[in-house]
C-alpha cells in the first residue's frame, strides 16, 4: 500500500528541512524549540507509519504523550520572537510540561478522555500563540523588518495547523464512537501527515528570525499630537541617517536610536498611517530603491542591497507593494 511509506518519506523531508534550518541558523543563536518541533514532527511522523503501517499497536502508548508536547514546543518558539518571559527558565519548562503530564495521568487512570484532552490542549495553544500575534508583524519587535512579515505569516500557519489537528482528532474521536470507523484510518494518516508538514514548515520559516522580543500591544485610539511628535522624530531618523538602510534594523534598534519607546513608535505608527513599522521602514527603502533605478545605472541587485533589502523575495515583494510593479519593470517604465 502506498499508505506504508508515506509517513517515512515525510519523515525524511522534515529531517533534510531540519539539517537545512541548522545550517542556515549556524551563525546566530537558534531558534531551539523551532528546531525541536521539526524534529518532533519527523519523529511522529515516523511513529505513525510503524504504527498504521505495521501494525506496532504498542507505540499508541506513547503517541498521545508525544503529541501533547506539540503546541507547547511551539507556543516556546513563538514566544522567544514575540517577548521575553520574567519566569526563570526552570519555571517555564515545568509549566509546558503539564500537558504531557496530564495526558501521562489520563492514560493510568481515564483512557477515555484522552482525546477530548489532546484536542483543548491544541485548541488552548492555538489560541495563545493568537494572543501573542494580536498587534501583528510588530509584535516581533527584536526581529528584522525585512523578515517581521514572513516570520508573522508562518507563526499564524503555526496556530492554523495546531487547530487543524485538533479538528482531525475530533472528527476520528466522533467516528470511533459511531461504531463505523470507517474513515478513521484514512483520515489519521492524511491529516496527521498534513499537519506535521505544516508544522514542520512554519517552524523552519518563522525560525528566521530568533530574538526575543516583548509584545507591544496597541491600544485602538484616535491619534494624538504625540503620535505626530514621534513619527517626525522617526522621520528625521529615516531621512537625515537613512537608518532604513541597515538590513538588521528592527523595532528595538529604532526605539534606541530614536529614544522613544518601542510600544509608543509601533502605536503611533499603526494609528496615523495604518500600517506596521515594518512597512513604514520598508516603504523608505523601496523609495530610495526607486530614486537609485532611475537615476544610475547600477544592477538592481546592488541596488537592492544598497538600500536594506538582503533577499530578492522580499525585495521584489515589497517593491510591488509600493509601486504595483517589478523593479525591472519600473526602471523600463522611467527609461
Not at 238 to 243: A, F, P, S, Y
Not at 299 to 312: A, D, I, L, S
Request: glycine fraction near 4%; hydrophobic fraction near 55%.
Amino acid at each position: 500500500m502506498i499508505f506504508i511509506p508515506l509517513p517515512f518519506v515525510v519523515a525524511l523531508l522534515l529531517l533534510i528541512l531540519f539539517v537545512v534550518v541548522l545550517k542556515r541558523d549556524d551563525e546566530d543563536e537558534p531558534n531551539r524549540p523551532f528546531l525541536a518541533l521539526i524534529l518532533l514532527a519527523a519523529l511522529q511522523s515516523v511513529l505513525s507509519g510503524l504504527r498504521w503501517g505495521y501494525g506496532l499497536q504498542a507505540i499508541g502508548l506513547v503517541a498521545p504523550v508525544i503529541a501533547a508536547t506539540v503546541p507547547p514546543l511551539a507556543y516556546a518558539g513563538v514566544s522567544r520572537l514575540v517577548r521575553t518571559s520574567r519566569r526563570p527558565l526552570p519555571v517555564r519548562m515545568a509549566l509546558h510540561a503539564v500537558p504531557a503530564a496530564v495526558i501521562l495521568l489520563l492514560m493510568a487512570f481515564w483512557r477515555d478522555a484522552i482525546d477530548i484532552a489532546l484536542v483543548l490542549i491544541f485548541i488552548g495553544y492555538a489560541m495563545a500563540i493568537l494572543l501573542l500575534m494580536r498587534p501583528g508583524a510588530d509584535a516581533l519587535r527584536l526581529a528584522p523588518f525585512e523578515g517581521a512579515v514572513p516570520a508573522y505569516r508562518a507563526i499564524i500557519f503555526t496556530a492554523a495547523a495546531l487547530c487543524l489537528s485538533a479538528a482531525v482528532d475530533t472528527f476520528v474521536f466522533l467516528d470511533l464512537t459511531s461504531a463505523h470507523s470507517e474513515r478513521a484510518l484514512t483520515l489519521i494518516s492524511i491529516g496527521n501527515l498534513a499537519v506535521l508538514v505544516i508544522l514542520g514548515i512554519a517552524a523552519a520559516a518563522a525560525s528566521r528570525s530568533r530574538a526575543p522580543a516583548e509584545m507591544v500591544d496597541v491600544a485602538p485610539r484616535p491619534e494624538t499630537s504625540e503620535d505626530k511628535q514621534t513619527i517626525a522624530a522617526v522621520d528625521a531618523l529615516m531621512e537625515g541617517r537613512k537608518l532604513y538602510r541597515d538590513a538588521n534594523l528592527n523595532l528595538d534598534r529604532l526605539a534606541r536610536k530614536a529614544g522613544i519607546p518601542a510600544r509608543q513608535i509601533s502605536a503611533a505608527i499603526n494609528r496615523v498611517m495604518d500600517k506596521n513599522v515594518s512597512q513604514y521602514v520598508n516603504d523608505y527603502r523601496i523609495g530610495e530603491a526607486c530614486r537609485l533605478l532611475a537615476g544610475t545605472e547600477k544592477p538592481v541587485t546592488e541596488v537592492m542591497f544598497e538600500v536594506g533589502f538582503q533577499t530578492k523575495s522580499n525585495f521584489n515583494r515589497e517593491f510591488r507593494r509600493v509601486t504595483e510593479m517589478t523593479p525591472i519593470a519600473w526602471r523600463q517604465r522611467r527609461a
